[in-house]
């Protein structure tokens, strides 16, 4: 069975989004609102999209075509942008400040647009799923760290589509390349921080809010084997955590809709959703 290639997917007529929020002052420091027809209040999907952590690779509106699918079943979505590693001050900390400030915008623009933010589900696709297992583990960051919040926006569940949780294990595989990775945290050395320590979903630990990691059998950047092992480690601290695999897809189809593996997706969002 023959793969579906990027092409194929950003052939399709490309869906726009309600609205263009900025959550700073730099031109990839905002977000893009879907908003369901009606007057709500509307649940909510805060979306994130990979490409390695490079902003050369991928931006937002990748994930278009899945936040259209969404906002027609009447879920409204928070899709972010951020600045790459590859960009003025994105690596550590700079792009997870990104996205945490992007998600903790959903505070202040709830209200106005009838949203849901007390039951949030983060939805995150490749490096994109890592940040979505990472929002839900903001609160577990040290207090010394750059990237604590003493509120960080409260995830109520996490879809992850191929996503690269465990950044250490990501690294030592050389997915992505290691210069990502490295460009992300900035390379582990004997006596400077530890990199992972807070950046890491695998190393911040088991939460209360279930996760949900689906996976394309035919992956050739996110094996399945690897969110595997981070469910297993995951479920070893507790942790409500579920792995699915889906047969003869590969990493477009997991956010290509009318796809089995995006199916899914739907079909977790809306479990997580209630």
């Known amino acids: ?32 609102l879907w908003l369901p ?14 490409g390695c952590w490079a902003s ?12 259209e699918d969404l906002r027609e ?25 990104d996205v945490a400030a992007g998600a903790d915008l959903l505070a202040t623009i709830g209200p106005a ?37 003493a509120h960080p926006l409260r995830i109520a569940g996490v879809v992850s589509l191929g996503g690269l949780s465990d950044l250490e294990a990501v690294h030592a595989l050389g997915i992505c390349g290691v210069e990502n990775v490295e460009g992300l945290v900035g390379a582990a050395r ?12 695998a190393r911040l630990g088991a939460g209360p809010e279930p996760q949900l990691f689906i996976d394309a059998d035919r ?29 003869d897809s590969g990493h477009a189809e997991l956010i290509a809709p009318g796809t089995a593996a995006w199916s899914r997706a739907l079909e977790a969002v809306d479990e997580l959703l209630r």
């Open 190 to 201: 004997p006596g400077v921080r530890d990199v992972w320590a807070d950046t890491s979903p």
């Open 37 to 50: 027809a009606g007057k709500g209040p509307f649940p909510v999907v805060v979306m994130i999209h990979g």
């Open 113 to 149: 647009h009838h949203l849901k933010i007390d039951h949030v589900v983060a939805l995150g696709h490749s490096a994109g799923g890592h940040f979505a297992a990472w929002l839900a583990a903001r609160g577990r960051i040290a207090a010394a760290s750059p990237l604590h919040a």
């Open 73 to 97: 079943r009447g879920i409204a979505v928070w899709n972010l942008e951020y600045r790459g590693f590859d960009r003025p001050g994105g690596g550590y900390p700079g792009t997870f400040q």
């Open 56 to 67: 050369s690779v991928a931006q937002l509106t990748i994930m278009n075509y899945v936040a």
């Open 219 to 247: 992956d050739p950047i996110s094996p399945p084997s690897l969110d595997a092992a981070y469910v297993a480690k995951m479920r070893a601290l507790g942790a409500h955590v579920r792995q699915v695999t889906v047969p």
């Open 1 to 32: 069975m023959r793969l579906m290639t990027w092409d194929d997917l950003l052939s399709r007529p490309m869906p726009t989004a309600s609205e263009h929020l900025a959550y700073g002052p730099g031109p990839l420091q905002f977000g893009e």
